[in-house]
């Protein structure tokens, strides 16, 4: 048999057929089975993300009572520092007021000492 006859041959012609649609059975084949992987992978990958969106969801929300809970604590610290600060005011008042009282009697007793 020569090598120009061997590309015509029945034999050649079925060998190369039945490798083609090997080929193509087998990838068809391959692809079922990875698009099962894929779907499965994809599956997993989303409910760890749902998985992660949940904890991140929860951490917002105790952040953000935190957040309230601190807000409320510097509410009332600021009406407490108003108060204390009228306080101080009224008391610095009385304060001079007590030291002119007392500067005028000390006056009126220095005047008759002399």
């Known amino acids: 048999m020569d090598i120009a006859d061997f590309g015509l041959s029945p034999e050649f012609v079925k060998v190369s057929t039945s490798a083609i649609f090997g080929g193509i059975a087998f990838k068809i ?20 993300l749902r998985k992660e969106l949940d904890t991140v969801r929860e951490e917002v ?19 407490l520092t108003t108060t204390l600060q009228v306080q101080v005011n009224g008391l610095r008042c009385e304060l001079e007021e007590h030291k002119e009282r007392l500067s005028s009697e000390f006056e009126v007793i220095q005047d008759d000492d002399q």
């Open 29 to 48: 084949v391959e692809r079922f089975l990875n698009s099962k992987h894929y779907v499965n992978e994809q599956l997993t990958l989303r409910l760890e």
């Open 61 to 79: 929300l105790r952040l953000r009572e935190e957040v309230d809970e601190w807000r409320e604590k510097y509410y009332h610290q600021v009406e």
